[in-house]
């Protein structure tokens, strides 16, 4: 990943600690199942996050693909 991607990520990443952390302490009767469900969710995004940047940054590196016209 890329350092803007990488920053992004960082600034998404850390308050969704800090919420799982929140959500952990707010649950009186200790059911993890939802936990476990939510874990699993950030799981997936971030998963399908740092696929999708590797997809775009393969294309973006493309060298079959023609640069555009520099016309002024």
């Known amino acids: 990943m890329e ?10 990443l850390i308050p969704l ?3 799982i ?3 952990i302490k707010q ?3 200790r059911n993890y199942l939802g936990l ?7 799981i997936v995004a ?8 590797e997809n775009f940054m393969k294309e973006a590196r493309d060298p079959n693909i023609p640069k555009s016209s520099n016309f002024k």
């Open 27 to 29: 649950d009186k009767k």
């Open 46 to 53: 971030v998963y399908t996050v740092i696929k999708l940047d």
């Open 21 to 23: 952390v929140w959500i």
């Open 17 to 19: 600690i800090v919420f």
């Open 36 to 42: 476990l469900f939510l874990i699993f969710g950030a």
């Open 3 to 12: 350092m803007p991607s990488l920053i992004f990520f960082g600034l998404l």
